[in-house]
């Protein structure tokens, strides 16, 4: 009986072993699947064996786990090794998880103490990211301690807190299964050997680097050597990565060639020059990715060599998904080489906001500028907003010193510039440029202690540009061989569009001009109104050309409209009873209003009348009037009539500034009375009518009289009494004294001279005289040369018009 139901009992055990054994797959799935779903890993297919040494085969396994497709095949099992020989991990994107916010946690591995060791043969890795497949090999030698060969050598060793081990990776691999094409990468040669850890939360990576870039730019060849130690942090929770950076060496070389890169121009060798090719770079200690926020606290980058280029950049954030909306740092700059004596910049940029200051410094100027100079210093400051994909907002300054400078011929000391630009949320812009200068020289012109304010204003926003332009300028002096100009003040406003449209209101020696002009690119016309004023202020000018002479009143004003590309220009000048003094000659109440053009080089004005009430040169010229014109920059003046010695005189023509001329003067109805008491003590009265003509000649600055002539104008009177030297002549000549008796009291019928005049002012009268003396009732027929130095005589009877005294005392008192 227990032989039966033994037997029995074997066939049903023996049964049901076949059975499973027989449906493993299903009952395997059945059991195991449910476990594996809850930790999120699908088991998708499942077939394995047992041989007949009892080792459990497996042709294929795969396993799904958050969308990473694993697939293992040939799995040999035992109690002492689990040898697989291809295993294929498919690496795709992560799929959305609520758990995404769970935090890590730190190992706590429940790791057997005895157990199978593992070996993978051929592990494939494959991504949408890779170039192609990485292939490795994995080695379990002892418990927990693996060893990786193949496209990555690295071991690893699994304790119950921690994963640790080291591995070995270089250009080579990463250029195999990344496609660096047209990538910096495809240029660079580098391997890292790095011991990791990892506990859960914390991932650490610590070793040596080792790499070169070397990159061509057209005919440029960049090379960058990076040496040294490097360590990583990243922790799980925290997202937070970070690199300790401090031990490594960089250095970055330009071959000679990079300079050829530099646009040709003048200044291209001095920029070439100027820039070093051995560069070191100097990173932080720490620097900090937390998400997507990048820390960096300095970055020093550095030249070596005499020329020394120094950038410091500190303090840096930025967001690498919006580098420039986020971007926070400090920039300095210095840079010192044999031909520039400093540089310095010093920054703030925050988003889009910068913000700082600069000062330039050079003892001359480079050779490729057109000048020269001395103690050269630029510096200003700047804070600008929204320069990034839009118009700046904010100011720029600049401060410019120069102790000398020479350019285009002209020559300057001490110019001190100041220059501020701004400009608004509204596009409002803004420019002011204030400028001092000592002094400054262009040929024989010198200009002495100048300043200069000039603003600009525009709107900078949709359509035509508008700018409004105001300005003042100070000259203390213009000085030249030919003139000199003090106290020059000019307050000028314009409109700057297409064209420039400006007023400039100037007083030049207190002189007073209003000056609108149009600039376009196809014409400039202008105008210029003087405003009526006192002549007066023309004394600054006259005495520089003609120290003798000054106005005493008067008025002029004026108009002049041209167009200074064709060199033209309409004028019309008006002079209102003004008053001349030269020397001791006096011209009293000038009028004359004249009108002309300027062309091509040529002044023209018309025919003018001029009227001049009085001019005292010893004898009173009065009520003259005449006319005057410029012809082909040639003056002219005409048909000049006035009133001396009790009638009449005119000049036909006179050409100012021609060097040999010939004037005729007439004269007609002379007080012959008048001509003769010029000397009012020589005891001699002549009365009657006297006309004549004197052909003046002016020959490179000499005048003289040559065959005038002089005749009476009806009968007149000669009375001789108590002069001296005609008394004389009848005491010691007593044989002449009946003719000469005839002379005291003699009716003239006739009278002729002839009149000569010398340069030297001696004048020699011919003279024939023929009357009739009543008391002796006897003709006369007397024949007489006279001469007399008439400069002399004027000149004593200018010094003694007291109209003429008074006006020079007054006036010399001015100018005292």
Not at 88 to 111: E, F, G, M, R, W
Not at 473 to 490: E, G, H, Q
Not at 673 to 701: C, E, M, N, Q, Y
Not at 727 to 748: K, R, Y
Request: net charge negative; proline share 3%.
């Amino acid at each position: 009986m227990f032989k039966r139901v033994g037997l029995i009992v074997g066939v049903v055990l023996l049964s049901t072993l076949l059975l499973g054994y027989v449906f493993r797959l299903p009952l395997l799935q059945w059991v195991i699947a449910p476990e594996l779903k809850k930790a999120g890993i699908t088991l998708s297919c499942l077939d394995f064996s047992i041989t007949s040494e009892l080792n459990i085969h497996a042709d294929r396994v795969c396993v799904n786990y958050q969308n990473q497709q694993l697939q293992l095949t040939g799995i040999t099992a035992n109690t002492k090794r689990v040898d697989i020989k291809n295993a294929v991990l498919t690496v795709n994107s992560l799929p959305k998880s609520d758990n995404a916010n769970q935090l890590a946690k730190n190992l706590d591995l429940a790791l057997p103490l005895n157990r199978p060791l593992i070996s993978i043969k051929q592990f494939v890795v494959k991504s949408d990211e890779l170039n192609k497949p990485l292939k490795i090999s994995i080695l379990e030698p002892t418990l927990n301690k693996f060893n990786v060969t193949g496209d990555i050598n690295a071991s690893a060793t699994l304790t119950a807190n921690k994963v640790s081990g080291q591995f070995t990776i270089n250009d080579t691999l990463l250029k195999q299964v990344i496609n660096t094409k047209n990538t910096l990468i495809a240029d660079a040669n580098f391997n890292t050997q790095q011991a990791f850890s990892f506990d859960g939360i914390e991932l650490e990576l610590n070793g040596d680097i080792s790499s070169q870039l070397a990159h061509t730019y057209e005919q440029c060849k960049v090379n960058v050597l990076t040496t040294g130690k490097l360590t990583t942090h990243f922790n799980l929770n925290s997202q937070v990565l970070m690199f300790n950076t401090d031990l490594l060496n960089n250095k970055i070389n330009l071959t000679p060639s990079c300079t050829e890169l530099i646009p040709p121009s003048e200044y291209a060798g001095f920029i070439s020059k100027q820039v070093p090719l051995n560069w070191q770079l100097k990173l932080p200690q720490s620097i900090r990715l937390e998400g997507s926020e990048l820390s960096v606290p300095v970055i020093n980058l550095m030249s070596e060599g005499d020329k020394l280029f120094d950038f410091l950049i500190t303090d840096t954030t930025l967001n690498i998904t919006s580098p420039f909306e986020y971007l926070q740092t400090t920039l300095s700059a210095q840079i010192n080489t044999p031909d520039i004596n400093n540089i310095n910049v010093n920054a703030q940029l925050s988003g889009a906001v910068i913000k700082g200051d600069y000062a330039v410094m050079l003892e001359s100027l480079p050779e490729f500028v057109p000048a020269t100079a001395n103690g050269l210093s630029l510096s200003g400051h700047f804070n600008i907003s929204e320069f990034i994909d839009s118009k700046p907002i904010g100011l720029i300054n600049a401060k410019l010193t120069l102790n000398s400078v020479d350019a285009f011929d002209i020559s300057a000391v001490q110019y001190q510039g100041d220059l501020t630009a701004k400009m608004d949320k509204q596009l409002n812009a803004e420019v002011a440029l204030t400028q001092q200068l000592k002094s400054a020289e262009y040929k024989e012109f010198k200009v002495t202690d100048m300043s200069n304010t000039l603003t600009a204003n525009a709107n900078l926003g949709v359509g035509e540009l508008f700018a409004d332009l105001t300005a003042k300028t100070n000259i203390k002096a213009v000085n030249s061989p030919y003139i000199k100009l003090n106290n020059i003040k000019v307050e000028s406003t314009g409109l700057q569009s297409r064209a420039l449209k400006a007023t400039h209101h100037a007083f030049i020696n207190d002189v007073e001009l209003v000056v609108n002009h149009h600039m376009s690119s196809q014409a400039h016309p202008f105008e210029v109104i003087i405003p009526e004023q006192s002549t007066l202020l023309l004394n600054k000018f006259i005495s520089q050309f003609e120290p003798l002479a000054q106005l005493t009143k008067g008025e002029f004003n004026g108009y002049i409209s041209g167009d200074i590309n064709l060199q033209n220009a309409l004028f019309n000048i008006g002079i209102s009873h003004t008053s001349a003094l030269y020397n001791d000659y006096l011209a009293s109440d000038l009028n004359s209003v004249f009108s002309g053009e300027y062309n091509s080089g040529k002044l023209n004005v018309k025919p003018t009348t001029f009227n001049l009430n009085e001019f005292r040169a010893g004898a009173v010229v009065k009520a003259i009037e005449g006319q005057w014109q410029v012809s082909n920059n040639t003056a002219l003046i005409n048909d000049v009539k006035g009133s001396v010695f009790g009638g009449e005189f005119s000049l036909d023509t006179y050409t100012i500034g021609k060097p040999s001329q010939v004037a005729n003067v007439k004269f007609e109805n002379i007080d012959a009375s008048k001509l003769v008491t010029l000397d009012d003590k020589s005891g001699i009265v002549l009365t009657g009518r006297l006309a004549g003509s004197l052909p003046v000649h002016f020959d490179s600055g000499k005048i003289e009289i040559i065959d005038g002539s002089l005749f009476s104008q009806g009968t007149g009177n000669l009375k001789i009494t108590n002069n001296a030297a005609f008394d004389s002549v009848m005491q010691q000549q007593q044989e002449l004294q009946p003719v000469l008796g005839l002379l005291t009291n003699l009716d003239i019928q006739k009278l002729n001279s002839s009149v000569a005049l010398k340069n030297d002012g001696w004048l020699k009268l011919g003279v024939n005289l023929q009357g009739y003396n009543k008391a002796e009732q006897q003709q006369v027929n007397f024949n007489y040369n006279h001469e007399e130095n008439v400069f002399t005589l004027l000149r004593a009877l200018r010094l003694s018009d007291e109209i003429t005294q008074k006006v020079e005392q007054q006036y010399s008192q001015k100018g005292n």
